[in-house]
C-alpha cells in the first residue's frame, strides 16, 4: 500500500517520498517497507536510530526522524495508528490461495473446515467442527479436537495436541481511545506461532499479536481455559494451571510452573525456573530465576506464608 | 397459554377470570397478558399498582392485588412460578418460521448454522461452524467468527465483531429450590441484545435474561472469558480485560474500565466512568461516578495502596 | 496388550510370567489383568494387599509385591508409568464399532457429529455443531446445545442440559517429567459420567479420568466457565457459580453451594451441605458438614468477616 494512500485515509498530509509499504510494526522492530509510529520524547533515540522509513509522530518528534524518512504529523497518533491498522489487515479468508496441502496419513473430518492456503503436515487428526484458517501451518503428528479454531495465518508445530473449544488467533485486546470516550480497533495483524510438542487444553484462548506473533515454545502445556494476550512468548516446558492468565507481551522465560487462576500483568519480563503459587498476582518483572511466588500483591512464598499468619493472629 | 391451563400445570385453582397469557414478566415490568408473582409483604405496594392481572401469590398478598386480578395462591411461589417458566418457553428451534433472510454483500459458510426466521444485514460474515440461532438478527457489517453460537431471538448490532468460542444467549443460571435440595430450573425466557459497535472476544459468555434482555450497549468491548450473567446491562464503551465475572441483573454506566479477573455480585448499580483495577471483587452498588477502585473487599484505589503497604509491615 | 511388550516399549526386563492386561489403574483399585504402579515404601502394604497381578515399580519395593506377581523394575516409576498408558490410550474415533442407535423423537441436527458406537436415547435433542464421541451414551430428554464437544466414551444422564462450548471429557492436565524438564504426557484413559438432571452452563470443561471416571452426580448444577479436573466426583444437587475451578481428585458431598470465582486444590474431600462465598481459595479437606466458609486461605465465613474489619482497621 501507498504510504500517500494511508495519509489520505488518516486525512493528513506526507512529508517526504512516497513509499510501498508491506505491513506495520513497532518502533523497535519496524525496518525498511514497514509503517511504524512515536509518540514522545522517550522516544526521540529510538526513533532516530530506527529501521523504517515511513513513520507517523507527533510534531514534536520530528527533528529525531533518520535522514531520508518519509512521515505524517498526527495529532494523535495512537489514533491514526489505529486507523492505520485496517489498512493492512488481511481479509479474513483468503479465498485466492490455492486449497490446502494435506500431508499423507492425515485425517481431516468431512465436518472440519480447513481453509485454502493451510498447509497440512503427515499423521495430523483435525476432528469434526475444528476451524483451520487461511495460510495456517499444522506440522506433523499433531491432534486438533473438535470444535478448535485456528485464525489465520498462524502455525502448529509437531507433535501438539490442542483440545476442543480452544480459540488460537483471535485478535488481540487493542484499542486507542477518542475525547469522547469510544475505543478505536487496533487490528490484529500478527499471528500466533505454537512449537512442538506443546499440549493445550480445553477452551483456552490464545490472542494473535498486534504486529509480530505471540508464541508458545516448545514442551509447553497448558491446562484449561488459560488466557495468553497478544504478543506474549512463553518460554519452553512451562507449566499453567487452569483459569491463569497472561497480560499482553508479557515474556516468561523455559520451565516457569504457573498454578490455577494466577494472573500476569502487560510487558513484564519473568525469569527461567520461576514459580507461582495459585491466585499469583504478579504485577513486576522477576530477574533471578528459580524463585517461588505468592499472593497479590506478589512476594516470595516465604513471605507470604509468614504474613498470612500475622494477618490470621489478627483476628486472636 | 389461558392461565387456567398453567392453575392446571402448577395443581392448584385458578381464581378469577380465565385470561390468554402471552408470557412471563417480573413484578414491576409486568403488563396486560403477562403472568407475574410476588412473596412477601414488601411486595404489597408493588403489587397493588401492578400492570398486570395475572398473579401468582403467596396466601397473604391476596388483599393487596389490583382490581379484577386473577390469581393463584401457591405455597411456594418462588418453586410454581419455576414450573410456570417452563410453560412460555419457546421451542429450542423455531422450525416454523420462514427462511432466513440475508442482505447483500453478506458471505454465510455453508458450514455455518442459520436456523429459520434470522435476520441478517448486509455485509455481514458468517464463518464456519457458527451458530445463528431461530429468529436472530444480525446488523450490516457485523463479523461472526467460527464456532460462535448465538441462541435463537437475540440481536446482534452492525459493525460488531464476535470471536470465536464466544456465547449469546445461553440460558442464565436461575432455579428455585425445593425443600429436599433439588434445583428446579427457571427456563430464561428473554434474550440478549448487544448495540453497535461491540467487539467481544474469545470464548465469552453472555447469559440470555430469564425475561426482558441482558444488553451490552453501543461501543462496549470485551476481551477474553468475560462472563455477563442474565439480565445485566452494561453501559456504552465500557471496557472488560479478561476472565471478569458480571452478576445477575446488575447494572453498570457508560464507560466503565473493568480490570482482569474482576468480579460484581448481583444487582448492583455502578455508576459511570467507574475503573476497577485487577481482581476488584464488587458487592455494592457505587453511586458516585469517575471513582477507581480496588480489592475485594472493594475500596478506593488510593486506600488499597495504603492498605497493602500497611499489611506487608506485619512481616517486618 | 501382553506385558512383555510393555516392557520392550519402557525398554525393561519383565519379571515374572507373561500377562495379557486390558488396561492401567491406581494401585488401590487395580484388579487382575490391570498394570499398576508403586513407588515409596508408603506404598508397601497397599502393594502387598493389591488386587492386581501387574506391576510397574521401584526396586525397594520388590519385597512387598504380592505372590505370583509379574513386575518391572523400573528407574523413574512415574516416568515409566507415563509412558505406558500411551500404549492403552483408545484411538480418537472409533471407526469399527457399528453406526450410532439413536431413540424415539430424538433431532440430530445434521450439522452435528456423532461417532459411531454412540447411544443416543428418545427425545434427545443434539444441535448443529455439537461433536458426540466414539461410544458416547445421552439418555432421554437431554439437550446438547451447538458446538458442545463429548469426547469418546463419557456417557450423560436423563434430562440433562449441556450449554454450548462446554466440553466433556478433554483430557486431564497430567505429566510425569523428565530430569531435563520435559513434561511426559499421562494418558487420560478414562472418562466423564454425567448423572440425570444436571445442567452445565455455557464453555465449561470437565475432564476425562485418568483411570476410571470424573463424576458429576444427579441434579447438579454448573454455571459458566466451571473446570472441573480429571478424577473428581462432585455430589448430588450441588451448585457451581461462574468461574469455579475444582482440581484433581477432589471430592465434594452433595448440596454444596460453591460461589463466584472459587478454587479447590487436588485430592480434597468436601462434606456435603457446605457453603463457600464467592473466591472461596480452598487448600485442606472439610470433614464437618453444614458450614460457610470465605477467603484464601479459607475460613469460617463469621471469621473471615471479622478478620475483613481488622484489616481495614490497619488503615485507620
Redesign the interface.
Known amino acids: 500500500m501507498l504510504f500517500s494512500k494511508v495519509a489520505h485515509h488518516l486525512g493528513y498530509d506526507l512529508t517526504g517520498d512516497d513509499l510501498e509499504l508491506n505491513s506495520m510494526n513497532e518502533l523497535a522492530l519496524a525496518s525498511h517497507g514497514e509503517l511504524t509510529f512515536a509518540v514522545g520524547k522517550k522516544y526521540s533515540s529510538d526513533l532516530s536510530s530506527s529501521g523504517s522509513n515511513a513513520f507517523l509522530i507527533s510534531s514534536d518528534l520530528v527533528e529525531y526522524l533518520p535522514k531520508n524518512a518519509s512521515y505524517i504529523i498526527c495529532e494523535n497518533v495512537s489514533l491514526s495508528m489505529a486507523y492505520a491498522t485496517k489498512l493492512f489487515a488481511p481479509k ?2 483468503d479465498f485466492k490461495s490455492s486449497h490446502a496441502e494435506v500431508g499423507d496419513e492425515s ?1 481431516i ?1 468431512t ?1 472440519a ?1 480447513v481453509e485454502n492456503g493451510a498447509k497440512i503436515g503427515s499423521h495430523v ?1 483435525i ?3 475444528a ?1 483451520v ?1 487461511s495460510n495456517v501451518t499444522i506440522k506433523d503428528n499433531t ?1 486438533i ?3 478448535v ?1 485456528i ?1 489465520r495465518d498462524c502455525s502448529i508445530g509437531a507433535n501438539c ?1 490442542i ?5 488460537i488467533g ?2 488481540g ?1 487493542g ?1 486507542s481511545h477518542t475525547a469522547t ?3 478505536v ?1 487496533i487490528y490484529q495483524n500478527g499471528n500466533v506461532v505454537i512449537e512442538d ?1 506443546v ?1 493445550i ?5 490464545i ?1 494473535r499479536a498486534v504486529f509480530n506473533s505471540t508464541i508458545i515454545k516448545r ?1 509447553t ?1 497448558l ?3 488459560i ?1 495468553i ?1 497478544h504478543n506474549c512468548e512463553i518460554g519452553e ?1 512451562s ?1 499453567f ?3 491463569t ?1 497472561i ?1 499482553g507481551s508479557t515474556k516468561l522465560g ?2 516457569c510452573v504457573v498454578s ?2 494466577s ?1 500476569f ?1 502487560d510487558h513484564l519480563d519473568i525469569a527461567p525456573f520461576s514459580t507461582f503459587t ?2 499469583s ?1 504478579v ?1 513486576k518483572s522477576i530477574k533471578e530465576s528459580g524463585g517461588t511466588y505468592s499472593g ?2 506478589l ?1 516470595e512464598h516465604r ?1 507470604w506464608r ?3 499468619s ?3 493472629k ?2 486472636s
Do not use: W
Not at 163 to 167: A, E, I, L, R
Not at 201 to 205: D, F, I, L, S
Open positions: 479474513l479468508i485425517y473430518d465436518m473446515k487428526t476432528m469434526s467442527g476451524y484458517g491432534t479436537y473438535p470444535n479454531t485464525y495436541i483440545h476442543s473449544g480452544t480459540v483471535a485478535d485486546f484499542f470516550g469510544e475505543h480497533k510438542d499440549e487444553g480445553a477452551n483456552c484462548a490472542d514442551g502445556k491446562d484449561n481455559f488466557h494476550a516446558n507449566i494451571v487452569a483459569q492468565g497480560g523455559r520451565n490455577g487462576q494472573a500483568s495459585a491466585r498476582g504485577t497479590y500483591p512476594m513471605e509468614r504474613l498470612q500475622k494477618i490470621a489478627l483476628n
